[in-house]
């Protein structure tokens, strides 16, 4: 059963900062992994998808890089902004049916 | 393009009490999720459609949850009775899957507190 797991739970630095997400997984045989942004009372938004074959992604300030050997992966997030402000979270996507796995996520908060 | 969407987006609701929530996913998605999200967790899966037919169920408690997809677009979730554990957000998403490429995008949720 594959499992995910985030850390830190909470994170709070001031804006400016370039900071490190960190998620691991137990199961190598993914398919994917996916990068989400949670704000508070809303859906989820996905930031970033790597495909297995792939070692990272970027998008604007995001990088996101995968380790599937070591299941790992990390979300760093340049020159943070207070608008990234959100819980974010770390999916999976394995097994026949194809499902997400999530971790539980970090809580980023970005002080002005 | 229209997102996913869920109704309603509160409920309060007494232990023993009934509920329903209601999602209409993305136009042509043929694949249909529902998840719980405890305050503080990840999402987790609850069900998973393709179409009107269940894939995976095996995380839903059958004894007070149901769902259904019946005419395989919009999808019903119940739980009945309804437990003070069951408080969380209930969240409905729908997939797409191009080439290699697989986007999973989420509704809103239905936040229910169960007192």
């Known amino acids: 059963k594959q499992e995910v797991t985030q850390i830190p739970a909470a994170l709070s630095v001031p804006e400016g900062e370039n900071l490190v997400l960190n998620c691991s997984f137990t199961?190598?045989?993914?398919?994917?992994l996916q990068w989400f942004r949670q704000d508070p009372g809303k859906g989820l938004t996905s930031l970033l998808l790597?495909?297995?074959?792939?070692r990272e992604q970027t998008s604007g300030r995001l990088n996101a890089s995968l380790d599937k050997s070591s299941g790992r992966s990390t979300l760093y997030i340049a020159a943070s902004q207070p608008g990234d402000s959100a819980t974010y979270l770390c999916?999976?996507?394995?097994?026949?049916?194809?499902?997400?796995?999530f971790g539980s996520g970090t809580q980023l908060t970005v002080l002005p | 393009e229209a997102g996913v969407a869920q109704s309603p987006r509160y409920k309060i609701i007494e232990k023993r009490q009934s509920v329903a929530f209601w999602c209409n996913p993305i136009?042509?998605?043929?694949?249909l999720y529902w998840y719980q999200q405890i305050l503080g967790q990840g999402p987790k899966l609850l069900i998973q459609?393709?179409?009107?037919?269940?894939?995976?169920d095996s995380q839903l408690p059958k004894d007070r949850f149901s769902a259904e997809r019946l005419k395989g677009v919009d999808s019903t979730l119940k739980i009945q009775p309804a437990k003070l554990e069951d408080s969380a957000v209930y969240l409905c998403?729908?997939?797409?899957?191009?080439?290699?490429?697989?986007?999973?995008?989420f509704g809103p949720g239905t936040r229910l507190l169960v007192l």
């Open positions: 998403a729908s997939r797409e899957q191009q080439g290699t490429q697989e986007t999973q995008y």
């Open positions: 999916a999976v996507r394995s097994g026949s049916a194809r499902q997400l796995t």
């Open positions: 199961d190598s045989a993914i398919y994917n």
């Open positions: 459609f393709q179409n009107n037919g269940v894939v995976d």
């Open positions: 136009s042509g998605h043929a694949t």
């Open positions: 790597i495909q297995s074959s792939q």
